[in-house]
């Protein structure tokens, strides 16, 4: 099964918004409202900051929401700041009980 | 609070075997899915499959079967990915990671570098 497409690089300044998308098919994306987006920074943990598509755990930013039309999912960081600079990774769960992950875009604050 | 705390650095030859330990703490360990993430040399996370809650059946990505096994003990809350017949292509972080509902996963491990190299 293919990965989730991203955009490989988005960037933005400082206070811009800006979208990462992730594509995938009627088979997970398209499927249910299981998707998540993960914030990986070098040497760190993945960090999950949003659930079942627009979802946010406690703690993170009310910069990040997440959306979903038919099997894109979207990701818009708002007012952006430096340290938003990461790889934002998009995942679904499946129709077959399996989880894909996009790509992964790599935002860079100008 | 939740932990997971997994074992370090290998280095291993090809061929060999390698079997990483992820150390679950502060929640109930069986009554959730834990999940196997790789990320190789400058690529993404890569989903790899999961032991799943209350029974400890595994499930397999495609690519991640034959030499791939994952297993839990449930009496020191460990989780294990054993890899047989390494090969260089296994050179990745390996990350384990808490189902908190399908696909959510809420925390990780710190991850563990497998290095394959003659």
């Known amino acids: 099964q293919s990965a989730l497409t991203q955009p490989a690089s988005v960037s933005g300044s400082p206070g811009q918004s800006i979208t990462i998308s992730c594509t995938g098919s009627?088979?997970?994306?398209?499927?249910?409202?299981?998707v998540s987006w993960y914030r990986h920074s070098p040497d760190k943990v993945p960090k999950l900051i949003i659930y079942?598509?627009?979802n946010r755990p406690s703690g993170v930013s009310t910069r990040f929401s997440g959306s979903k039309s038919g099997n894109t999912a979207s990701l818009t960081i708002s007012g952006l700041q430096a340290e938003d600079e990461a790889e934002y990774y998009c995942?679904?769960?499946?129709?077959?009980?399996?989880?894909?992950f996009g790509g992964g875009t790599k935002l860079t604050v100008l | 609070q939740v932990q997971l705390v997994q074992s370090g650095s290998e280095l291993k030859k090809p061929g060999a075997s390698v079997k990483v330990s992820c150390k679950a703490s502060?929640?109930?360990?069986?009554?959730?899915?834990m999940n196997w993430v790789r990320q190789a040399p400058g690529q993404g996370l890569e989903w790899m499959g999961y032991?799943?809650?209350?029974?400890?059946?595994?499930r397999y990505a495609q690519g991640f079967t034959g030499r791939f096994v994952f297993s839990w003990d449930t009496s020191v809350t460990t989780a294990y990915l054993q890899i047989s017949n390494v090969e260089a292509e296994d050179t990745a972080v390996y990350y384990c990671?808490?189902?908190?509902?399908?696909?959510?996963?809420?925390?990780w491990g710190q991850g563990s570098l497998v290095t394959v190299s003659s």
């Open positions: 990671a808490r189902d908190a509902s399908y696909g959510d996963y809420d925390y």
């Open positions: 502060g929640y109930t360990f069986t009554a959730y899915s």
């Open positions: 032991i799943k809650a209350n029974t400890g059946n595994p």
């Open positions: 009627s088979s997970d994306v398209g499927y249910y409202n299981y």
């Open positions: 079942d598509v627009f």
């Open positions: 995942s679904s769960y499946t129709t077959s009980d399996t989880v894909i």
